[in-house]
């Protein structure tokens, strides 16, 4: 009767032992849930951010792209039927563009966030070699027709109102050309400024090289089109973070410790090198750096909060294995209790980053989450020595999640490695379980 009994007892035990073991996983669950209503105000807060960025860049200036100078030569279409002959253009572009452009940031301030944007500072040199022989001959366009003194170089900017607050000059021969907005009506060629240049027939058997200086405020990015059959690009700055974009990258890699040092070369094979009256917009076919400092903490912040069922799960396995082992009991509410502290640890993470950074951030929330749950399970138990067992788990968790998330190209690697030693971890320790 009595072995009746304790066989009785001891499988009550276990269901208790099983019953409550499968009530912790599905808390665990519940408790990743508030993780995901987090997801969402990291995304908000993001948003903000990018709302701050552009409302600088407005009153700022946004994206610079910058293409030529090209020439346009005006001309006279062939009359027909006493008609007058309709004025046409001719664009042609430089044999070789010689741009040399250095970028410096500055930061401006809305709300919490900081926003910034750079003043450039662009050299170019474009050289004409003849345009008669060949490229004239291409539009066959006879040469009573074509009106050279109301030729014109064009220069492309496409934040023209707010990036330029100085006058353009362009120098040709001896001449110093005053750059106006451009007015006629052309849709494809946007912002842009253009210079007069009186040019004489002669003039089209020579060659021809312009240079130009100027300064520029932009944001985000500043990018050059390859107006020309060879276009060689040098940018420097002290940028701290680049990333090269456009049709083609850099010659060189960029020294990351030196800001930005590059050089570009293009051989154009994709554009002719004159086309007739219709403008073709080059900006398709630009290169150059995005110029954002990267500000990754709502990026790194979302990454950890990926990983809250791991922590958690693995938080209440510790306490489980502890509660089994040692025969200490915990109540269903102290592990959602303890549940809950691990939760806020990615509100303490999100609020505290926006000030100090992801990195301390993390660090003061994880110190501040551990030191909790420790002094929680410590008080519970009477034990300082399963009180430091939990404080070394959630240390060895929280430390992992964190070197997961700056090693982002072997995350998957880490992750995998990390999920199969902690279950090896947990399979050992639960020998001593009886189910």
Request: hydrophobic share 45%; glycine share 6%; aromatic share 12%.
């Given at each position: 009767?009595?072995?009746?009994?304790?066989?009785?007892?001891?499988?009550?035990?276990?269901?208790?032992?099983?019953?409550?073991?499968?009530?912790?996983?599905?808390?665990?669950?519940?408790?990743?849930?508030?993780?995901?209503?987090?997801?969402?105000?990291?995304?908000?807060?993001?948003?903000?951010?990018?709302?701050?960025?552009?409302?600088?860049?407005?009153?700022?200036?946004?994206?610079?792209?910058?293409?030529?100078?090209?020439?346009?030569?005006?001309?006279?279409?062939?009359?027909?039927?006493?008609?007058?002959?309709?004025?046409?253009?001719?664009?042609?572009?430089?044999?070789?563009?010689?741009?040399?452009?250095?970028?410096?940031?500055?930061?401006?301030?809305?709300?919490?966030?900081?926003?910034?944007?750079?003043?450039?500072?662009?050299?170019?040199?474009?050289?004409?070699?003849?345009?008669?022989?060949?490229?004239?001959?291409?539009?066959?366009?006879?040469?009573?027709?074509?009106?050279?003194?109301?030729?014109?170089?064009?220069?492309?900017?496409?934040?023209?109102?707010?990036?330029?607050?100085?006058?353009?000059?362009?120098?040709?021969?001896?001449?110093?050309?005053?750059?106006?907005?451009?007015?006629?009506?052309?849709?494809?060629?946007?912002?842009?400024?253009?210079?007069?240049?009186?040019?004489?027939?002669?003039?089209?058997?020579?060659?021809?090289?312009?240079?130009?200086?100027?300064?520029?405020?932009?944001?985000?990015?500043?990018?050059?089109?390859?107006?020309?059959?060879?276009?060689?690009?040098?940018?420097?700055?002290?940028?701290?973070?680049?990333?090269?974009?456009?049709?083609?990258?850099?010659?060189?890699?960029?020294?990351?410790?030196?800001?930005?040092?590059?050089?570009?070369?293009?051989?154009?094979?994709?554009?002719?090198?004159?086309?007739?009256?219709?403008?073709?917009?080059?900006?398709?076919?630009?290169?150059?750096?995005?110029?954002?400092?990267?500000?990754?903490?709502?990026?790194?912040?979302?990454?950890?909060?990926?990983?809250?069922?791991?922590?958690?799960?693995?938080?209440?396995?510790?306490?489980?294995?502890?509660?089994?082992?040692?025969?200490?009991?915990?109540?269903?509410?102290?592990?959602?209790?303890?549940?809950?502290?691990?939760?806020?640890?990615?509100?303490?993470?999100?609020?505290?980053?926006?000030?100090?950074?992801?990195?301390?951030a993390y660090l003061i929330a994880g110190v501040a989450t551990?030191?909790?749950?420790?002094?929680?399970?410590?008080?519970?138990?009477?034990?300082?020595?399963?009180?430091?067992?939990?404080?070394?788990?959630?240390?060895?968790?929280?430390?992992?999640?964190?070197?997961?998330?700056?090693?982002?190209?072997?995350?998957?690697?880490?992750?995998?490695?990390?999920?199969?030693?902690?279950?090896?971890?947990?399979?050992?320790?639960?020998?001593?379980?009886?189910?």
């Amino acid at each position: 009767m009595e072995t009746t009994q304790s066989t009785i007892s001891t499988l009550i035990d276990k269901g208790k032992l099983f019953f409550k073991a499968v009530i912790v996983f599905v808390m665990a669950f519940f408790l990743w849930i508030p993780t995901n209503i987090i997801r969402e105000v990291i995304n908000e807060r993001e948003g903000r951010q990018k709302e701050a960025i552009e409302e600088v860049s407005s009153k700022w200036a946004g994206r610079q792209t910058i293409t030529g100078p090209i020439l346009m030569i005006p001309y006279n279409g062939n009359a027909a039927n006493g008609v007058t002959p309709q004025k046409k253009y001719a664009w042609f572009m430089a044999d070789q563009l010689d741009i040399t452009s250095s970028v410096a940031p500055q930061k401006r301030h809305r709300g919490i966030y900081d926003v910034v944007v750079y003043q450039g500072d662009v050299s170019i040199n474009a050289k004409f070699n003849s345009i008669r022989d060949i490229k004239l001959k291409q539009l066959a366009i006879p040469e009573e027709n074509i009106l050279w003194s109301e030729a014109k170089l064009v220069l492309q900017i496409s934040d023209l109102s707010r990036g330029i607050n100085e006058e353009i000059y362009i120098k040709w021969k001896d001449s110093s050309l005053l750059c106006q907005p451009w007015a006629e009506p052309n849709n494809d060629i946007g912002d842009a400024v253009y210079a007069s240049v009186p040019l004489k027939p002669e003039d089209a058997n020579t060659h021809n090289e312009f240079t130009t200086k100027f300064s520029l405020h932009g944001s985000q990015q500043l990018m050059f089109s390859p107006a020309a059959r060879e276009t060689r690009i040098k940018m420097t700055g002290n940028w701290p973070d680049p990333s090269f974009t456009g049709i083609k990258l850099p010659e060189t890699p960029n020294d990351a410790d030196s800001g930005i040092n590059v050089n570009w070369k293009y051989l154009n094979r994709t554009t002719p090198m004159v086309w007739n009256d219709q403008f073709i917009n080059l900006q398709s076919s630009a290169m150059g750096a995005n110029l954002i400092i990267p500000v990754d903490g709502y990026d790194k912040t979302e990454r950890s909060v990926k990983y809250a069922l791991l922590c958690i799960i693995l938080t209440f396995a510790a306490f489980f294995l502890i509660e089994t082992i040692y025969k200490r009991n915990l109540h269903l509410l102290q592990y959602g209790l303890a549940g809950c502290a691990l939760v806020l640890f990615y509100t303490l993470l999100l609020s505290i980053s926006e000030y100090v950074g992801f990195n301390l951030a993390y660090l003061i929330a994880g110190v501040a989450t551990i030191g909790l749950v420790t002094w929680f399970v410590g008080s519970i138990m009477k034990s300082g020595k399963l009180a430091t067992f939990i404080a070394f788990v959630l240390t060895v968790v929280y430390g992992y999640i964190f070197t997961i998330i700056q090693l982002q190209d072997y995350s998957l690697l880490m992750g995998s490695i990390g999920l199969f030693v902690a279950l090896a971890i947990i399979m050992y320790f639960s020998r001593k379980l009886q189910w």
